[in-house]
């Protein structure tokens, strides 16, 4: 018995090709009299159908090198509230993001099933919001330090850009609350 570890429009890697591509169909096998199938196949677009073991999962990893290495990243989960038919509205159906802020892929920052199914696409923005949150605080910190050593050579909009990011940073820290 298998179940799909992959859904259609996800992205994978296939091994054997050496390339990206999206699944354009999940294939069951079945067998007459069980409730589900023996093996699972998926069609890539690339001439044959490959196993599960032959596909590996898109991770997106941010990697900043400024913030304390930090390296957040959006994983999908499986909808387990909804089968895929009834959410084909959602961007990739029968999934939702969960941002991972540690080296685990658990913890983290998910959402309740409603509100993802009241909007997608704003949820799908803050999840990769959240997770580009480590490089935007890097960005924030190199402006604040160009702004310090340009001294008066910087313009005046740059400047208050430079305090603005500094105001940010220190509420983020929880300074001055």
């Avoid at 699944?23 to 069951?28: D, K, Q, S, Y």
């Avoid at 009299?33 to 998926?42: A, K």
């Avoid at 998910?110 to 997770?131: K, M, T």
């Avoid at 001294?151 to 990011?165: F, I, K, Q, R, Y």
Wanted: hydrophobic residues 40%; proline residues 6%.
């Amino acid at each position: 018995m298998a179940k799909a570890q992959f859904h259609k429009n996800q992205r994978v890697y296939v091994r054997p090709v050496g390339t990206w591509a999206l699944v354009e169909r999940v294939v069951p096998h079945w067998a007459k009299g069980l409730d589900e199938p023996l093996r699972v196949f998926y069609d890539v677009g690339l001439g044959r159908e490959f196993a599960a073991e032959e596909l590996q999962m898109e991770q997106v990893t941010v990697d900043d090198k400024t913030h304390s290495g930090e390296q957040w990243r959006v994983t999908r989960a499986r909808n387990k509230w909804q089968p895929a038919e009834d959410c084909a509205r959602h961007p990739v159906p029968g999934t939702y993001p969960v941002v991972v802020t540690g080296h685990a892929d658990w913890g983290g920052w998910r959402v309740p099933g409603a509100e993802y199914d009241l909007n997608p696409e704003r949820i799908e923005e803050q999840a990769r919001l959240i997770s580009s949150a480590p490089q935007l605080a890097g960005l924030a910190k190199r402006m604040i330090e160009w702004a310090r050593t340009s001294g008066e050579d910087m313009p005046s909009e740059l400047v208050n850009l430079a305090h603005d990011a500094q105001d940010i940073l220190a509420h983020v820290k929880g300074e001055g609350l």
